[in-house]
């Protein structure tokens, strides 16, 4: 009996002893995480979008001869600015003067032609009158008349003809701009379609850029007037970064949406007084946006970017809540949440590296916050 109650006695013990151990061993929770946060609020919210763009001339034509011949005459230096009419080349006029001159004179034999049967014709006429010749005699006259007056017709259109052909050997600015580098030099042989140079109109100039199909209510409003302060919307960052200092305005929308891209092009239209801007230049068209005052902000180091999905953390009831946000532009160092966030929520903004979703946090005004 004595034995059996030792026994117990061990083992008792021994269970006493192992529960103290697991209690010693049992891991603790670990400390809070300390972050920094900022309540989301709404404010004012004036931006610009930015697009790609690329400056274009309002008008612009390649100069191609319609004649043939040698370039003897250049009347311009290149990329000198031009005046409409303004003589540029001219083609060799040797063999189109000697046409038109053989023109004028065929006219000069027809219309003697046409005299000489108009008088025939009245001869017989007043000869028929009295029976004097036979009628034949008469209609063959009238027949000559006739003949005659169509080849004088015929002679007089030739005329114009090689008249034209004489004219076209003369080329001539089209409208007042800017000539490029000539593609030609004197004594070089010209066919029609021949490309010589280009003009192109510089003062004002036009910049062409792509939009979604989505934007189209908002520029069909900027189009038609509806916005205020038009004038300063649409202003253009120039390749070496700084801001052209003319501002532009919405000239037209395309009469389509391209089915492959979902966008449509828009053109503005800007002063060129300086002729700082040049066809082909690569810009970018900034648009000023204003979503008013009910854009809400956060700061943007408060979002973390997961495999191209953005989050940000809120802290409720000490715990961390993950949030996938939907983000709109960024305004220095704040930008606009669409959805994710609610107005009030307590924004993690510090410390954000440390957290995962429903850990425990201790929650305090980080430095350094971005100001609203």
Do not use: W
Not at 26 to 49: K, L, M, N
Not at 78 to 94: F, N, P, T
Not at 110 to 126: F, H, L
Request: hydrophobic content about 40%; aromatic content about 6%; charged content about 20%.
């Amino acid at each position: 009996m004595r034995n059996i109650l030792s026994r117990i006695g061990i083992l008792i013990l021994v269970t006493e002893v192992i529960s103290c151990a697991n209690k010693q061993a049992a891991p603790q929770a670990p400390p809070p995480v300390a972050v920094g946060v900022q309540i989301a609020q709404t404010g004012s919210a004036t931006y610009f979008d930015l697009y790609p763009a690329t400056v274009t001339a309002l008008n612009q034509v390649d100069i191609k001869p319609q004649v043939s011949g040698n370039i003897t005459g250049i009347f311009f230096k290149d990329g000198q600015a031009i005046r409409k009419g303004m003589k540029l080349y001219e083609i060799d006029q040797q063999q189109y003067k000697a046409a038109y001159e053989q023109a004028i004179a065929n006219v000069h034999v027809a219309e003697a032609n046409e005299s000489k049967a108009q008088q025939d014709a009245d001869r017989y006429t007043d000869l028929a009158k009295n029976d004097a010749i036979a009628k034949q005699t008469l209609d063959h006259a009238v027949a000559d008349l006739e003949s005659s007056k169509k080849q004088v017709e015929a002679a007089k259109a030739n005329v114009a003809s090689v008249e034209t052909n004489l004219k076209y050997s003369i080329i001539s600015a089209p409208f007042d701009g800017t000539i490029g580098i000539s593609l030609v030099k004197i004594g070089t042989a010209v066919y029609p379609q021949s490309l010589l140079n280009t003009v192109s109109s510089d003062d004002p100039m036009a910049v062409d850029f792509a939009i979604d199909q989505s934007e189209i209510p908002r520029f069909t409003q900027y189009l038609n007037g509806g916005a205020k302060d038009r004038d300063s919307i649409f202003t253009l960052v120039l390749p070496d970064g700084s801001i052209y200092t003319n501002p532009g305005h919405l000239a037209l929308l395309d009469r389509a949406v391209d089915p492959q891209t979902g966008t449509i092009k828009a053109r503005l239209v800007f002063s060129n007084n300086k002729k700082i801007l040049k066809p082909g230049i690569t810009t970018n068209v900034r648009v000023k946006h204003n979503a008013g005052e009910n854009s809400l902000l956060i700061p943007f180091k408060a979002v973390v970017e997961q495999l191209g999905e953005y989050f940000v953390y809120t802290v409720s009831n000490g715990h961390a809540k993950q949030h996938k946000v939907a983000l709109g532009t960024r305004i220095n160092a704040n930008i606009i949440v669409r959805s994710g966030v609610m107005v009030g929520d307590s924004v993690v903004t510090e410390g954000v590296q440390k957290l995962r979703d429903s850990v425990a946090v201790k929650a305090g005004p980080g430095p350094g916050q971005a100001k609203q």
